[in-house]
């Protein structure tokens, strides 16, 4: 058993750069990139790089056996692909910028050398596991839901993006949308939209500008029990 303080230190961008700075090749081998809102980057199962994000959100997507697509949000600290074996790479992905990003992209093979040389308890990919562990149950929890129930779950986990302003107030990422809720609860716009209007009308809701604001966290949190839904964090 891990203590989950232990695990996100080691494996925060500060720690890991830390770690690779050892190495007095570091410049060669990893270099910061900036990429605008909606950049798009595709991914095949060939990995040269591993990048850990600095600054910024992103959402991954990647296809399932039946061609289904599963999105997920990753934000700072997430290695976007990092796979424990080659073949747990999906046969297709891709990561869309939400806001404009700032993150290391880091040679395949230096980042294997280094972890392999300063983390030989293998906490990074501890944590990559336990974090994708905790994406996955999510998506499987909505596919379980009802329409409604899967976009009053999709508005809890996004209040983990947001920032609280208040008690029992917060600001919603900004990059939050109707279309944006629709495709992480996978339901419609226009569904999204009718759900949401009622939270507006009884002002618990307010989304007619950016960005979104809760006006009671309480109520959002009553509108489906989140806790009971994902036992083990």
């Known amino acids: 058993m891990y203590l989950k303080e232990t695990l996100d230190q080691f494996a925060s961008p500060a720690n890991i750069l830390k770690l690779l700075k050892k190495d007095l090749t570091f410049n060669k081998h990893c270099i910061q990139e900036r990429l605008e809102i909606n950049t798009v980057i595709k991914a095949d199962r060939e990995r040269k790089y591993v990048y850990v994000i600095v600054e910024g959100f992103m959402k991954f997507i990647f296809e399932g056996i039946h061609k289904q697509e599963f999105i997920f949000i990753i934000e700072r600290g997430s290695f976007p692909v990092l796979p424990i074996y080659s073949e747990d790479i999906p046969i297709y992905s891709k990561i869309i910028a939400l806001t404009d990003v700032v993150w290391w992209r880091i040679d395949f093979q230096f980042f294997k050398k280094m972890m392999a040389l300063e983390d030989t308890r293998n906490y990074v990919m501890l944590h990559q596991l336990a974090e994708t562990r905790r994406k996955l149950y999510f998506i499987a929890i909505k596919e ?35 279309q944006e809720l629709a495709n992480f609860a996978n339901t419609s716009k226009s569904y999204t939209s009718k759900v949401l209007a009622e939270l507006r009308e009884e002002g618990i809701l307010d989304s007619q500008k950016k960005p979104w604001r809760i006006n009671d966290i309480q109520q959002v949190k009553k509108l489906i029990d989140v806790t009971k839904l994902r036992p083990f964090l």
């Open 144 to 178: 379980k839901l009802s329409a409604r129930d899967s976009i009053y779950f999709s508005l809890n986990e996004m209040m983990n993006f947001g920032i609280r302003i208040s008690a029992n107030t917060m600001e919603l990422p900004k990059f939050l949308t109707y």
